[in-house]
């Protein structure tokens, strides 16, 4: 019971879908629909039967990207573009975006280019038809069923025709993919409501199924749904089906569901941001996805170019890695040596600290012999002194003596001259010891104010 609820509601839903783009039509694949209206122009009544590969415009946007190149060249000639301005009001931006792609490429573009199943760089050859008669145009060649459309074609309308590049290389072929300016207006038509499938969003009389649904970012479902709803409202089938002759869009929505969430992939994350500022005006914001296994078939075309995105975001990831491990590693070789440079300026300090040590020792040292030194010098101090009175008491009693031997021997006269004359001496001899004694004591003083400056120091 339940299930079969979901099941009609889910049903509904995309009726509901197709409704809001049927009538649209003609603003959908018109490059510029305010400039130059579509021609030839589309009914919008209930018959589908002038779309799909009847109306030159369609045909044009279903041609598979290994003739788009040709056909773009062909319209040039007469003067018919697929110049869309209208939705490109970001265009410094996106070049910004895309020239960083760019140079994350071109590292790993050598090591693509013998991986991105490059069997050849002529034209491809899709299913048995080998090339378009130079005598018709791709478009003519196309409305009369000479090319097999089918889902992993890779159509021109999932591209911007501006910016879509030849060659078979995966760099290449997801250049300007999932960015044609239909799946735009499609998806802004669905989930913001008809009034906003232009650039400038308009007034809805009702919330838009973002505003119910709270959904304020794409995703890869959302974006694969889109794209999926565009194809069909350009075909000329006239009820909902899976198939269209050869065209599985189931195919195509697993194929662009398991492309953008592919992890690590930088087309992914620039191509989910790319919507999220066209549709939401968002800048920078973070995309879940979910990689999803096995959903397409493995010989689809689909599955190489989704097997050599997952290549390339798996080498980007082991490069992150190494790069990852080699900043550690760096970082553990600073650190230990600003460990060792610590250990060797401690280890220099503690030496630095042990020698003033050994100084201050030396230096009390020093002190301790000088006093000893001091005590010596008082101790012969005393004894100089000493000696000193007993000399003055033999000088004394010399003269005394040797006057009263020399007044036996003499005349007075002469014996008082020579008893002046022997005092003299004597009190010469006394006042050179006086003066020694003077100067050892000077000495003492001078060696114990040395030692208190030392101490002091």
């Not at 020698?355 to 012969?380: L, Y």
């Not at 050179?432 to 120091?457: H, I, L, P």
Request: aromatic share 6%; net charge negative; hydrophobic share 30%.
């Amino acid at each position: 019971m339940l299930l079969d609820e979901i099941s009609t509601k889910r049903l509904n839903a995309r009726r509901d879908d197709i409704g809001t783009l049927k009538p649209l039509i003609s603003t959908l694949i018109a490059p510029e629909p305010h400039i130059k209206a579509l021609d030839p122009p589309l009914t919008n009544g209930s018959s589908k039967s002038d779309r799909g590969i009847n109306h030159p415009i369609i045909a044009s946007l279903f041609c598979p990207r290994a003739h788009v190149f040709r056909m773009l060249q062909e319209l040039e000639r007469e003067g018919k573009t697929f110049d869309v301005h209208g939705d490109d009001s970001s265009e410094e931006e996106e070049e910004e975006e895309e020239d960083n792609e760019e140079e994350d490429e071109v590292e790993e573009h050598s090591q693509d280019s013998g991986n991105d199943y490059n069997e050849s760089q002529d034209e491809e050859r899709p299913h048995g038809k080998r090339i378009i008669p130079n005598s018709t145009t791709v478009v003519s060649y196309i409305q009369g069923g000479g090319l097999e459309l089918t889902a992993d074609g890779l159509d021109a309308f999932l591209y911007d025709l501006r910016k879509i590049e030849p060659g078979r290389s995966r760099r290449q072929e997801l250049k300007g993919l999932l960015r044609g300016y239909t799946l735009l207006r499609a998806y802004r038509a669905i989930f913001l409501g008809p009034t906003s499938m232009m650039e400038d969003p308009g007034t809805n009389s009702r919330p838009s199924l973002a505003k119910i649904h709270h959904l304020t970012r794409v995703t890869p479902k959302t974006v694969a749904y889109a794209c999926v709803i565009a194809r069909y409202t350009m075909s000329s089938v006239e009820s909902w089906k899976e198939l269209d002759q050869d065209y599985s869009l189931r195919e195509l929505y697993d194929f662009i569901v398991a492309l953008l969430s592919t992890p690590d992939s930088v087309f992914a994350k620039n191509t989910l941001a790319w919507w999220n500022r066209k549709v939401f005006g968002l800048k920078k914001i973070k995309a879940k996805r979910v990689a999803q296994k096995d959903v397409i078939p493995a010989k689809s075309r689909f599955n190489k170019l989704i097997a050599a995105e997952n290549a390339c975001s798996k080498r980007k990831a082991q490069k992150a890695e190494r790069e990852e491990a080699e900043r550690r590693a760096a970082e553990e070789v600073a650190k230990r040596k600003a460990y060792d440079d610590l250990r060797a300026e401690r280890e220099r300090r503690r030496q630095r600290k042990a020698a003033s040590r050994d100084i201050d020792t030396d230096r009390s040292s020093a002190i301790d012999e000088g006093s000893s030194m001091d005590e010596g010098n008082d101790t012969a101090e005393g004894e100089v002194g000493e000696g000193g009175d007993e000399d003055e008491g033999d000088v004394d009693a010399a003269v005394c003596g040797d006057g009263d031997e020399l007044e036996d021997e003499g005349t007075p006269q002469d014996i008082h001259e020579d008893t002046r004359t022997r005092r003299q001496g004597a009190r010469s001899q006394a006042t050179r010891s006086a003066r020694y004694t003077q100067g050892t004591q000077d000495v003492g003083e001078g060696t114990q104010g040395n030692r208190k400056t030392r101490r002091s120091y």
